[in-house]
Nanobody, 127 residues
Framework: QVQVVESGGGLAQTGGSLRLSCVLS????????MGWFRQAPGTARAFVAG????????AYADSVKGRFTVSRDNAKNTVYLQMNSLKPEDTAVYYC????????????????????WGQGTQVTVSS
């Protein structure tokens, strides 16, 4: 049984930090690109950040570049999203996703290449 489980969400103040974690179980973690997406009420789910299977490449949405950092620890089957300098517009449910594909060079930034999704964790940034 494949599971993707996020943790680390919560409430932060503007300018504060949070670190999200995501564990993939039931599949060889090292085979999968990992992505973080977010969805605010009334909006579509959107790419935030991602890292390739070997950690060799990362990608970020323009809105989070310089503030968020994605990393992975293949020994722990875990991907992280360090979020600094948080803004109220970062408020959303954050989803972790795992994908295994052979057609895209680098980090997939759309939803379809990702096969497995977590249930999401709420991040709320107060002004």
């Amino acid at each position: 049984q494949v599971q993707v489980v996020e943790s680390g969400g919560g409430l932060a103040q503007t300018g504060g930090s949070l670190r999200l974690s995501c564990v993939l179980s039931g599949r060889p973690f090292i085979n999968y690109d990992m992505g973080w997406f977010r969805q605010a009420p009334g909006t579509a789910r959107a790419f935030v950040a991602g890292v390739t299977w070997n950690g060799g490449d990362t990608a970020y949405a323009d809105s989070v570049k310089g503030r968020f950092t994605v990393s992975r620890d293949n020994a722990k089957n875990t991907v992280y999203l360090q979020m600094n300098s948080l803004k109220p517009e970062d408020t959303a449910v954050y989803y972790c996703a795992a994908g295994r594909q052979y057609t895209i060079v680098g980090v997939p930034t759309t939803l379809s290449p990702y096969d497995y999704w977590g249930q999401g964790t709420q991040v709320t940034v107060s002004s």
